[in-house]
């Protein structure tokens, strides 16, 4: 994620957007004070006043859009899933392909459990990235939708397109031993046997462990599951 708050960056960028370009007939409302506020919030880090006059700006006037940029990276560095989700689909309606903003929203949408929403920016970013860790994301989703058969469907085209050699970080059974990297498809066979795991088919899951352990012995996680399991 490349998300980061510049916080003088934002400051320029709000005030490009807040001197209007052309004459309008309408007289815009006036937020001077509150952009004022903003622009000082900004300057001295203090999100929580910034995001409050950001709102206060667009309850104002709604043509100030620009200013959603500065709220979704306000809710980003808050780490505030709901207004993620909620700003980040504004953003999106008009750069729907922003994979920044894909990324962030479709997080935050999982967060907050809707899941339909987020797979379709997951299902978006795949066809924009061709990644095959986001056949696993959008895997888990389905599953957690209880649409078993797609999740599996998902995971076999990792399978299938078995000459990919990309590797992925997976975290270790132990936090304190950091993450590995693993082969993508060793990890679709682990996944293949968490599915089979949840449904309550051990032995469909040891399987599926065993293979993901054949395919890369170093994976501790798959070892960890099956030594668990047969316990």
């Known amino acids: 994620m490349k998300l ?34 903003l622009q000082k919030a900004i300057k001295r880090g203090d999100v ?20 959603y940029d500065t709220l979704f990276q306000f809710y980003f560095q808050m780490e505030n899933p709901i207004g993620v989700a909620e700003v980040g689909q504004i953003l999106l309606q008009t750069k729907p392909n922003d994979m920044d903003v894909l990324e962030a929203t479709a997080m935050g949408l999982s967060a907050i459990q809707e899941y339909d929403k987020a797979l379709v920016l997951h299902r978006r970013m795949f066809a924009i990235t061709g990644d095959p860790q986001l056949k696993l994301t959008i895997a888990t989703l389905l599953f957690q939708m209880k649409k078993i058969d797609e ?48 449904l309550g088919n051990k032995k469909e899951a040891l399987k599926y462990w065993h293979k993901a352990l054949a395919t890369e012995p170093r994976y501790d996680r798959a070892a960890t599951s099956i030594n668990q399991i047969n316990k």
């Not at 957007?17 to 952009?35: L, N, V, Y």
């Not at 950001?54 to 309850?59: D, G, M, N, S």
């Open 48 to 67: 929580a006043t910034a995001l409050n006059h950001a709102h206060i700006i667009l309850e104002k006037d709604s043509t100030r859009t620009g200013l």
């Open 4 to 37: 980061i708050l510049y916080f003088g960056l934002i400051a320029s960028a709000f005030v490009a957007c807040s001197t209007p370009g052309t004459e309008s007939k309408t007289e815009a409302p006036d937020t001077r004070f509150e952009d004022a506020i």
């Open 151 to 198: 999740a599996r469907t998902e995971i076999q085209w990792i399978v299938d397109h078995r000459e990919i050699s990309d590797t992925m970080k997976v975290e270790q059974p132990s936090q304190a031993f950091g993450s590995q990297k693993i082969s993508m498809l060793a990890v679709a066979y682990y996944s293949f046997g968490q599915i089979e795991y949840e």
